[in-house]
């Protein structure tokens, strides 16, 4: 939710975040040093914006691909469907949806797992397990790790914090 009570969509606040990753590398202050991953649900009642559906010839092509995500969300709506959205996102404004993601030290080792291991049609068990694997995998290969990870899980119904992954 938003401060002016409108709500945001996973994919809307991806894109203000990299727009604004982006423009700090443009101005004086200079480039924000953070890198993140953005995780969220989307539910069937979240309403991004009105736009006339139908596709102009003199649209550009964001204006176009914006329209077609449009298009793809309102049919989930009517589906009553929940959509999850992953982006990964760096420094300089980066953004990309992804299945799975990894920053800092340990990436190149969790991304081959995950490479390996990640199927789209997983259970909530078998995410965990490979979860426990990656943190298995920074604590043995990293020598900079931390002894303690703070594991979450994020659904439908909110966020949860895993005590069982160490």
């Not at 559906?53 to 309102?74: G, W």
């Not at 604590?139 to 659904?155: G, L």
């Amino acid at each position: 939710m938003r401060q002016h009570g409108q709500v945001s969509s996973t994919p809307s606040t991806a894109s203000y975040i990299r727009n604004e990753l982006a423009g700090a590398i443009r101005s004086r202050g200079g480039a924000y040093e953070c890198s993140s991953l953005l995780a969220g649900v989307d539910s069937s009642d979240i309403n991004t914006y009105d736009h006339d559906d139908d596709v102009d010839e003199d649209d550009n092509a964001d204006e176009a691909a914006a329209k077609a995500t449009h298009i793809a969300e309102k049919a989930v709506k009517a589906s009553g469907e929940s959509t999850t959205h992953l982006y990964w996102l760096d420094y300089i404004g980066t953004s990309q949806a992804v299945p799975y993601g990894a920053h800092g030290y340990g990436a190149t080792f969790l991304t081959a797992i995950l490479d390996r291991y990640y199927r789209p049609d997983m259970n909530p068990q078998e995410g965990v397990d490979l979860l426990q694997k990656c943190i298995d995998e920074v604590k043995k290969r990293v020598i900079i790790s931390t002894p303690h990870f703070i594991t979450r899980v994020i659904t439908k119904d909110g966020v949860q914090i895993l005590e069982h992954c160490k």
